[in-house]
Every structure is written in structure tokens, then in C-alpha cells.
T-cell receptor
Framework: NAGVMQNPRHLVRRRGQEARLRCSPM?????VYWYRQLPEEGLKFMVY????????ESGMPKERFSAEFPKEGPSILRIQQVVRGDSAAYFC????????????FGPGTRLTVT | EDQVTQSPEALRLQEGESSSLNCSYT??????LFWYRQDPGKGPEFLFT???AGEEKEKERLKATLTKKESFLHITAPKPEDSATYLC????????????FGKGTLLTVNP
């Protein structure tokens, strides 16, 4: 059973570039969540998606960040014009048919902005 | 707004020395309280879900309990491989299924 897959595992971007983070949920899961973990801080919710729908994006910064979960393919978290403060670990989680199920996390993408 | 506070921030134990980690929470209508384990450089690994006060769950040397205001993760006779950061999270009734995490307790078990 493949778990939640994320790629790349490590990503280095210069200030002003774009970062694209990918997440494939566990087989049979239709709910995807993105969280960010800043150094010395806890995991913070960013966005909750189902196929082709953004359900809750209350944790997303208003500018430069966007997310999608298309009908086919992985969920994408996109950060435009990255700044040093975007350096963090970004985790994707997925859950089953019911939104209140346990969320299973991927290994994360560690973004470093130079 | 849902809030989670974990204590202590760090805990050092000798192998075999049992102890407990605390998770205090405030939430509007608890849907579930979740415990995860996180090793350095990895994603959180799901351990338990607790849904109502009085509920208990066990897995190997770990036992999680829940009251209306807090949860405890009891570790019995820990081993060095239990060393990790333990995260507590809540899902509130008005949260639209998002998890609110505490900052975690870093547990180190010395041989």
C-alpha cells in the first residue's frame, strides 16, 4: 500500500522564482490537506481540497500561494515569487471518504529560498 | 479559534522510566483529538484518534486518554526507539476538517 507521496523532497529556489510542490494522496483517498511547518513552530493548516474543489483555504496567505487538486493527477501547491520567509517544510495529508477520518501525512517537501 | 498546548516541550527519560505527555485544548465542539509521532526529517505518523471524554486507546507501550479539557499520552517502559516528537492535534466542529496542532513534545529516551 503506497502512502501519501510528495515530490520533490527537497527544493531550492532563489528569491522571486516559483515553487511547485506535488502531492499524491493514498489510494482511495479523496481529501487532501496542505500544512506548513516553520522552524520552531507547529504545523499550520493551509488549505483543504477535494477533487476539482477548494473546500477551505482559510490558512493560505492571500498573495502568491495557490493550490489545486485536478480531476486527474496530483494536488499542486504553487508559490509564486518566493521570499526567504517561505522557507519551511510543506506537508500534504490525505483522508478517506469522510472528511473527519484520520489524516495520513506524506514525507514533506523542504523548501529553501536563497 | 481552536487552541492546543502541549507540555512539557522536551522530556528526557531513562529506558524503562514511564511518564506522561500532556495536551490541553480548547475547541468548539470536538470532532476528534489526534496523536502523531514525528521523527526528524519525516512526516507525522498517525498514532491514535480519540472522540469523546473517557475514551482510551493503546498501542504497544503507548496509551492515550481523553478528558473534556486535555489528553494524556502515557508511555510505559519506554525504549530508545520511542524517541521522537509527539504531536497532538484537534479537529473542531466548526473547523471544516482541518487539524490544529500543538508545538509538540520532544521525547528522548536514553539507553
Amino acid at each position: 500500500n503506497a502512502g501519501v507521496m510528495q515530490n520533490p523532497r527537497h527544493l531550492v529556489r532563489r528569491r522571486g522564482q516559483e515553487a511547485r510542490l506535488r502531492c499524491s494522496p493514498m489510494k482511495g483517498h479523496s481529501h487532501v490537506y496542505w500544512y506548513r511547518q516553520l522552524p520552531e513552530e507547529g504545523l499550520k493548516f493551509m488549505v483543504y481540497l477535494q477533487k476539482e474543489n477548494i473546500i477551505d483555504e482559510s490558512g493560505m496567505p492571500k498573495e502568491r500561494f495557490s493550490a489545486e487538486f485536478p480531476k486527474e493527477g496530483p494536488s499542486i501547491l504553487r508559490i509564486q515569487q518566493v521570499v526567504r520567509g517561505d522557507s519551511a517544510a510543506y506537508f500534504c495529508a490525505s483522508s478517506g471518504q469522510t472528511g473527519g477520518d484520520e489524516q495520513y501525512f506524506g514525507p514533506g517537501t523542504r523548501l529553501t529560498v536563497t | 479559534e481552536d487552541q492546543v498546548t502541549q507540555s512539557p516541550e522536551a522530556l528526557r527519560l531513562q529506558e524503562g522510566e514511564s511518564s506522561s505527555l500532556n495536551c490541553s485544548y480548547t475547541v468548539s465542539g470536538l470532532r476528534g483529538l489526534f496523536w502523531y509521532r514525528q521523527d526528524p526529517g519525516k512526516g507525522p505518523e498517525f498514532l491514535f484518534t480519540l472522540y469523546s471524554a473517557g475514551e482510551e486507546k493503546e498501542k504497544e507501550r503507548l496509551k492515550a486518554t481523553l478528558t473534556k479539557k486535555e489528553s494524556f499520552l502515557h508511555i510505559t517502559a519506554p525504549k530508545p526507539e520511542d524517541s521522537a516528537t509527539y504531536l497532538c492535534a484537534v479537529m473542531g466542529g466548526g473547523s471544516n476538517y482541518k487539524l490544529t496542532f500543538g508545538k509538540g513534545t520532544l521525547l528522548t529516551v536514553n539507553p
